[in-house]
């Protein structure tokens, strides 16, 4: 049966038509819909795990056990997950284990623009790059038989432009492949520096013999045509490259580590000139070039960012980029919600002149005009751990006027240990848990404190007060985040205290929430134009000539910008003509 899916269902079909039997992950853009498909498929037990370490490794217990297993996560949730990562290169497999790793080139999605095959070199892994939804389907079957075959976990490349991308593709039937035996293998599972010093020498055959083997895989194909231009290409940048120099000869590479030396060797010599294009780091060029083959590469094309078939075109043939959008499009700023609890929040975090270290979410746009109520966002979990050091390094005055701000999803994720850290040193830093009950920046998916699993069980959700309570807060203050009285008072005892404490502004996500309240409106009568209003960043309410209105089609009903008028100029719609 044919079908149009996106490439991130074609990496879950494929998994399901390998047989896969275990699928986990933690949601990201642009990862997400992987783990969502998968988890439509009855044969494959599917999780949300707290985050991507531990999902790496439910995985590879699955695969130790006998079962084949897949793992999915973006670019940055790598990082979390290299630890488990570099040493089941070590141990290898026993059923085959796909690791999918899906970079954001652009950073549409993100807060970093990194290259996952610069993981694959160092960890020595073997890693797949699919160009379209059918290779995904392909590539995900062909990595479990490499992964089986070499005793290795494989990574697969995916990119924004091929995840969220549809084509057609041919679905197939699932395989059904029996757990493998489980044999308890201390010298091969135990990894202790005896049993690794041993299982180097595993490695360090398995991609030799990997790479022999390569050139011959039909994962990769030459398409000669013009041999005046050649191009080395794979993924998303084989499409660009295709519509770009539909003339050009190109070798498409689908395994990227390691390299099929002996196939790029011989079509570079069947060409005059030769080019690589890949996004972000040169990985192929370095490579290509350390072998003694002159190509052109990154001194033409950028390193940054995402390319395109205009891109290629001008820097291969000199032309100038073809007619379409505009170059210069108008900017539309990313903005919570209309009724988004966070906003609240951050409008009081301003209001009383705090500092605020951020965290990964939604309401890392609490850092934007007109709020600016956030001053920090490195990565998931850095908030508390953060205010912790600043605290330490400027002194209790500077705590004082100093929150941490983390999400639900991502304090489950990787905030709790940082909590425990600012406990045990005796910091006295204000931890401030946004819980909208989701993780709402991918999409609203489950966790923990759901109660919900990605297979829609019911399991009892994890209490954040109790968990605080464990780990020595005696400070703990729950408080909805509309009361903007409540929480300005919370927030200004919080900080002051010589202890930590933590305050959980707990309100479902506005998209969540389906309770109906009615839109408001501004009584132009009674309205100073003193733009209070306009600071809480809603996007319903807007100023048109010298009047502040309210866009009834956009308004959610939250009622905070009543909490903010000090001439009752505002009120829901048909109470006006009450007052």
């Known amino acids: 049966m044919k079908k149009l899916i996106l490439g991130n269902e074609g990496i879950a079909r494929g998994a399901y038509e390998a047989g896969v039997k275990v699928a986990t992950a933690y949601p990201g853009t642009p990862s997400t819909e992987i783990l969502e498909s998968a988890s439509k498929y009855d044969e494959i037990y ?13 995985a590879i217990g699955a695969s130790f056990a006998g079962a084949r297993a897949m793992v999915a996560m973006k670019h940055v949730g790598l990082n979390v997950a290299a630890d488990p990562l570099f040493t089941v290169s070590y141990t290898g497999v026993n ?10 080139p652009g950073m549409h999605s993100s807060q970093n623009e990194q290259d996952s095959r610069c993981y694959a070199r160092a960890s020595q892994i073997p890693m797949l790059e699919p160009a379209d939804s059918q290779e995904a389907i392909d590539f995900v079957k062909f990595a479990y038989e490499l992964s089986e075959k070499y005793d290795t976990p494989i990574l697969i490349r995916m990119t924004t432009r091929v995840s969220h991308s549809q084509s057609v593709a041919v679905l197939g039937r699932r395989d059904d492949i029996p757990l493998r035996e489980y044999k308890k293998l201390p010298e091969k599972n135990v990894m202790m520096p005896a049993m690794a010093k041993k299982r180097q020498e595993a490695i360090k055959t ?24 050649g191009i080395i290409t794979s993924g998303i940048t084989y499409q660009y490259a295709r519509e770009a120099l539909p003339n050009a000869s190109i070798l498409k590479l689908g395994i990227i580590n390691p390299l099929p030396r002996k ?25 290509v070039k350390s072998w003694g083959i002159s190509v052109i590469g990154k001194e033409v094309f950028p390193s940054q960012g995402e390319l395109s078939a205009n891109i290629i075109a001008e820097k291969v043939l000199g032309e100038a980029p073809k007619a379409g959008l505009p170059q210069r499009i108008p900017a539309r700023p990313p903005v919570m919600c209309p009724g988004c609890p966070h906003r609240g929040v951050f409008y009081v975090i301003r209001k ?15 850092a934007l005009p007109p709020l600016q109520a ?3 966002c490195v990565c998931m979990g850095a908030s508390i751990g953060m205010a912790h050091g600043m605290e330490k390094a400027r002194g209790r005055d500077f705590g004082r006027k100093l929150v941490a701000v983390i999400g639900d999803s991502t304090f489950i994720h990787s905030g709790i240990t940082g909590l425990i850290d600012v406990v045990y040193n005796q910091g006295n830093s204000t931890v401030v848990i946004l819980d909208n009950s989701t993780t709402g920046m991918t999409g609203h998916q489950d966790h923990p404190g759901t109660g919900h699993t990605l297979k829609g069980n019911e399991v009892p959700p994890l209490d954040l007060v109790k968990l605080a ?15 903007l009285a409540r929480v300005e008072n919370v927030l200004r005892e919080e900080v ?27 009584d132009q009568d009674l309205c100073r134009k003193c733009n209070v209003c306009l600071r809480l960043g809603c996007p319903a309410i807007q100023k048109k000539q010298d009047a502040v209105i309210i866009d009834q089609s956009l308004c959610n009903g939250c009622g905070l910008c009543i909490s903010v008028c000090r001439f009752n100029a505002i009120g829901r719609t048909g109470e006006q003509d009450e007052r």
């Open 206 to 229: 398995r991609m030799k013999d990997i790479a022999e083997a390569a050139s011959d895989m039909w994962i990769n194909r030459i398409e000669m045509n013009d041999p005046s231009i």
């Open 95 to 104: 059923a085959g284990l796909v690791i999918v790793a899906a970079d954001d």
């Open 263 to 287: 196939l790029i060797e011989s079509f570079a010599a069947k060409v005059d000139r030769l080019y690589v294009i890949e996004e972000l780091q040169p990985v192929i060029e370095e490579q």
């Open 374 to 376: 956030m001053d920090t």
């Open 352 to 366: 009383l002149g705090l500092h605020a270290t951020g965290d990964i979410g939604c309401y890392t746009l609490g």
């Open 496 to 522: 002051q205290r010589d202890e930590p404490s933590v305050i959980i502004m707990q309100r479902p996500c506005a998209l969540l929430d389906r309770s109906p309240k009615a839109p408001v409106e501004i």
């Open 46 to 58: 599917a999780e949300w795990s707290p985050n991507e370490k531990v999902a790496m490794e439910v």
């Open 469 to 483: 309570e464990a780990v020595g807060i005696k400070h703990i203050s729950v408080v909805d985040p509309f009361d």
